[in-house]
């Protein structure tokens, strides 16, 4: 359940966000205020260049909820940003419109069904309580599939802790591309991460939303997001493998598709694209949960099998 905020790039697309962006250097003063706050930030996520045969890509691992005191990010991975092509993202969740109807698509519940009727009534009680505790009206989820019912608390539980999906990475260096006039592309886009999840057939669901529930019930949460938080704060990706594991251990019945599906599966195809725009002889920065940077099938990892050079950017 938590390591979705460093895999899935739509997790608040359902949610009113306004995007966290890059302030444009309008004025001197401010320019200056700027840089300076950037050179004395502290380097948070993961950064890696990766070379081969003249051409570089950057690699930068990013999370997917935040806070405001989470930027600006340091100045070498502006930098790095400043001197690529493009800015290459999951998908572009600042385009809302495509969100919502990507939400309505995948996630909505065939009218008249709704989500209580496909719930045992002990799941249903638990889940009630659980949208009680985090405030959020139980009508709301009414009309998802059990998916989106999971994932809905999550938003809602990582809202409580007083992290927001408006302060996602990614719109950061959204703002920072379109002030530079940069292309910002898209590796999968909204309808293949959509895709994922309604995959799982609706008894997985069912199991799914249950082991979410038993998450939230062992009030665990407040501490794994801390420290996940505090991994990627750190810029430490063994720290972010290990809570990788601890987590999929908690989920025994959903770990095989989680690691399966957005792991190993999508590292694969991520990797390929990547080196197919190096070929085409682009310089993409490219931004992604930062759990796709870790691990023996992490993109690093997986490009450094092919021939590549990496080269941490962070010490």
Partial sequence: MLLIILLAGWQGAWADMAPATAAPAAAAPEAEAIL?????????????????????????????????????????????????????????????????????????????????????????????????ALAIPRETVQGWKPWMASLTLTVGALKKLGYGFEYATEFYFIGIANALGKPVTELEGIDYQFQLFDSIPPQDQLVYLDESLGYLETDDMRADTQALIDAWLAHDPAALQQITVKSLQRAPRSADWMKQKLFTERNLRMSDKIEQMLADGKTPFVAVGALHLTGADGLPALLEKRGYRVTSLYP
């Fill in 36 to 132: 300076q706050q950037m050179q004395a930030a502290p380097a948070r996520g993961l950064l890696y260049a990766i070379s081969k045969q003249g051409q570089t890509a950057y690699l930068f691992g990013t999370i997917h909820v935040g806070r405001a005191d989470f930027f600006p990010l340091d100045l070498i991975a502006t930098q790095a940003m400043v001197q690529s092509s493009e800015l290459v993202v999951e998908l572009d969740a600042s385009q809302i419109d495509k969100m919502q109807a990507g939400l309505q698509r995948y996630a909505a519940l065939p009218p008249p069904q709704t989500l209580d009727t496909l719930l045992p009534p002990a799941l249903r009680q638990r889940l009630h309580t659980q949208l009680d």
